[in-house]
T-cell receptor
Framework: ETGVTQTPRHLVMGMTNKKSLKCEQHLGHNAMYWYKQSAKKPLELMFVYNFKEQTENNSVPSRFSPECPNSSHLFLHLHTLQPEDSALYLC?????????????FGPGTRLTVT | GQNIDQPTEMTATEGAIVQINCTYQ??????LFWYQQHAGEAPTFLSY??LDGLEEKGRFSSFLSRSKGYSYLLLKELQMKDSASYLC??????????WGAGTKLIIKP
């Protein structure tokens, strides 16, 4: 257990559905991240929140919408996704300001878009 | 552009030693990380190098040469549980992590 939980672990959705991914960190960290992980590709950073403020949005399509209501919770709202969005979505947290501030990852949500 | 290169897959024998290399070209450098990811699980932090040299942590060691843009992760006394993907990542001048695609390590008895 890394102290970062994600739900659901698996999700199958149609292209017209709306769903949300949830992440919670129990580490007292001040930064949270959403990543997309596709097979044999590098992790793609999607969004970064620092002290609840979004600081990075790496040209992510608007069909992905993040929400960070407080420093412990992060959501990723999904709507009208495409089959190429099928991937593992990982949430991570870190403590900005620490020397290494390594990221702690949740187990991910395996998303399949049909 | 920014780039991290590491081998796609490596095979080693239980009890042996394996070295996983990582080369990088990034805009600036603020540290290099190694993570381990077992299939279906979260990546977990292994090591952090910001100065040249070797960092040792039990059976795992990580080396960095900033002038060569090069790092390696050395795993000794390999165990079956070490079968996993190993991810190299570099923090650039904007403090963003740039990730490699990972090296899948297969351990054979």
């Amino acid at each position: 257990e890394t102290g970062v939980t994600q739900t659901p672990r698996h999700l199958v959705m149609g292209m017209t559905n709306k769903k949300s991914l949830k992440c919670e960190q129990h580490l007292g960290h001040n930064a949270m991240y959403w990543y997309k992980q596709s097979a044999k590709k590098p992790l793609e950073l999607m969004f970064v929140y620092n002290f609840k403020e979004q600081t990075e949005n790496n040209s992510v399509p608007s069909r992905f919408s993040p929400e960070c209501p407080n420093s412990s919770h992060l959501f990723l709202h999904l709507h009208t996704l495409q089959p190429e969005d099928s991937a593992l979505y990982l949430c991570a947290s870190s403590q900005e300001g620490e020397p290494a501030y390594e990221q702690y990852f949740g187990p991910g949500t395996r998303l399949t878009v049909t | 552009g920014q780039n991290i290169d590491q081998p796609t897959e490596m095979t080693a024998t239980e009890g042996a030693i394996v070295q996983i290399n990582c080369t990088y070209q990034t805009s600036g450098f603020n540290g290099l990380f190694w993570y381990q990811q077992h299939a279906g699980e979260a990546p977990t932090f292994l090591s952090y190098n910001v100065l040249d040299g070797l960092e040792e942590k039990g059976r795992f060691s990580s080396f960095l040469s900033r002038s060569k843009g090069y790092s390696y992760l050395l795993l000794k006394e390999l165990q079956m549980k070490d079968s996993a993907s190993y991810l190299c990542a570099v923090r650039d001048s904007n403090y963003q992590l740039i990730w490699g695609a990972g090296t899948k390590l297969i351990i054979k008895p």
